[in-house]
């Protein structure tokens, strides 16, 4: 008796389905698909294209000793402090508050604080608007300072945001604050 082989689709190929390379090919768009779909669970900020953190206006940022706040933006400290201002530049205000959390000292300086625009010009802090952040000193456990920073950037500049250096570590942490 002769035994035949089973039978195969049409001219003798078997169905695409009975293929490794199909499966194979499935497999991967499954994998991809499942990597894909978000797990419910989101940051308090956004991450920017270096990987760092963003977090929004008024958000509470939970340091690793302490909270930060940025509360506001003012476009309008305007002052004759600034006789070039009006010509060249303007200033930018941004209210912060900054709290001890941790059970030591919280030395801090409003030099760690910089701003930052969209094109990545970094502004140092200028002494104008009031109640004005105080420019260093050291928090008390539970204790918080609250004040105004004001920043002179060129005319034009938008996009900002607020780069928070820790006094505590150096070099080691960033806070960026997208203000707007």
């Known amino acids: 008796m002769d035994q035949q082989a089973p039978q195969t689709a049409a001219g003798g190929k078997k169905p695409l389905w009975k293929k490794w390379w199909v499966w194979a090919i499935a497999a991967v768009v499954l994998i991809i698909v499942i990597s894909s779909v978000p797990s419910g669970e989101e940051a308090p900020g956004?991450?920017?294209?270096?990987?760092?953190t963003e977090n929004e206006l008024g958000q509470e940022i939970t340091l690793e000793r302490g909270v930060l706040t940025a509360f506001a933006v003012s476009d309008e400290p305007s002052t004759d402090f600034f006789p070039l201002e009006k010509q060249y530049n303007k200033l930018v205000a941004v209210e912060i508050s900054l709290q001890n959390s941790s059970d030591q000292a919280l030395p801090f300086k409003v030099s760690n604080f910089y701003l930052k625009n969209e094109v990545g010009s970094r502004f140092s802090a200028v002494r104008v608007k009031e109640p004005q952040f105080p420019s260093d000193g050291s928090l008390a456990p539970g204790e918080k300072v609250r004040g105004w920073v004001t920043y002179e950037v060129a005319k034009g500049s938008t996009g900002?945001?607020?780069?928070?250096?820790?006094?505590?570590?150096?070099?080691?942490?960033?806070y960026t604050v997208k203000l707007k």
């Open 160 to 174: 900002y945001f607020l780069i928070y250096y820790p006094a505590w570590a150096p070099g080691e942490l960033e």
């Open 46 to 52: 956004t991450e920017n294209e270096l990987g760092q």
